[in-house]
């Protein structure tokens, strides 16, 4: 499956391009999103660009993966939301994520992305749940984890980040709002 184009109230979630890069690295290189995720202090735009490629090709081989988040009014690049399903036995299953750049904290974009990431999800996925996996002290993703309806639901220390345990939020199905789009 190719990766679609969503629109919502104020966002267009697209497939990355090329043109992306740039943009999206000043996402990964923000000290706040740094922090927020753990990244290394020596991201660079290839760790970006390499990002962007696996975010495509998780669309073609499982039909999940991450838009490019654009504000529809301006068509300026704000970061990037949708959902991670990884080749790791460990992983609860289906993620719904979002990174955006610090400039653009505090307008609700992460929620109105992530609902429409959630909404995408139990429409073209058989699944009981989706996930956000999110670490303890990242309270700004716990807190829109919380709105789009997701509960903690247990702690994991992953093998790939042995240093600290992750907070894997749950939502079930049957406690989910029914969409408010059309997501074909």
Same mark, same amino acid.
């Given at each position: 499956?190719?990766?679609?184009?969503v629109?919502t109230?104020?966002?267009?979630?697209?497939?990355f391009?090329?043109?992306?890069?740039?943009?999206?690295?000043?996402?990964?290189?923000?000290?706040?999103?740094?922090a927020?995720?753990?990244?290394?202090?020596?991201?660079?735009?290839?760790?970006?660009?390499?990002?962007m490629?696996?975010?495509?090709g998780q669309w073609?081989?499982r039909?999940?993966?991450?838009?490019?988040?654009?504000?529809?009014?301006?068509?300026?690049f @704000?970061?990037?939301?949708?959902m991670?399903?990884?080749?790791?036995?460990?992983?609860?299953?289906?993620?719904?994520? $979002?990174?955006?750049?610090?400039?653009? $904290?505090?307008?609700?974009?992460?929620?109105?992305?992530?609902?429409?990431?959630?909404?995408?999800?139990?429409?073209?996925?058989? @699944?009981?749940?989706?996930?956000?996996v999110i670490?303890?002290?990242?309270?700004?993703?716990q807190a829109?984890?919380?709105?789009?309806?997701?509960?903690?639901?247990?702690e994991?220390?992953?093998?790939?980040?042995?240093?600290?345990?992750? @907070?894997?939020?749950?939502?079930?199905?049957?406690?989910?709002?029914?969409?408010?789009?059309?997501?074909?």
């Amino acid at each position: 499956m190719s990766c679609p184009t969503v629109e919502t109230e104020r966002l267009l979630l697209r497939p990355f391009e090329e043109r992306d890069v740039d943009e999206y690295f000043g996402v990964l290189d923000a000290p706040e999103v740094r922090a927020a995720l753990h990244l290394p202090d020596d991201i660079d735009r290839d760790t970006a660009w390499l990002q962007m490629a696996m975010w495509r090709g998780q669309w073609e081989l499982r039909g999940t993966g991450q838009w490019a988040i654009e504000e529809r009014a301006t068509g300026r690049f @704000v970061g990037r939301a949708g959902m991670h399903s990884p080749a790791r036995a460990e992983w609860p299953g289906i993620e719904i994520g $979002w990174t955006l750049h610090p400039d653009h $904290w505090g307008k609700g974009y992460a929620s109105e992305a992530g609902a429409a990431a959630r909404d995408y999800a139990f429409v073209h996925h058989d @699944v009981d749940a989706l996930y956000s996996v999110i670490l303890p002290e990242n309270t700004r993703s716990q807190a829109v984890a919380q709105r789009l309806g997701f509960r903690p639901w247990q702690e994991r220390t992953f093998s790939f980040f042995p240093d600290m345990p992750h @907070v894997i939020w749950r939502l079930r199905r049957s406690d989910a709002p029914a969409p408010q789009r059309a997501l074909t």
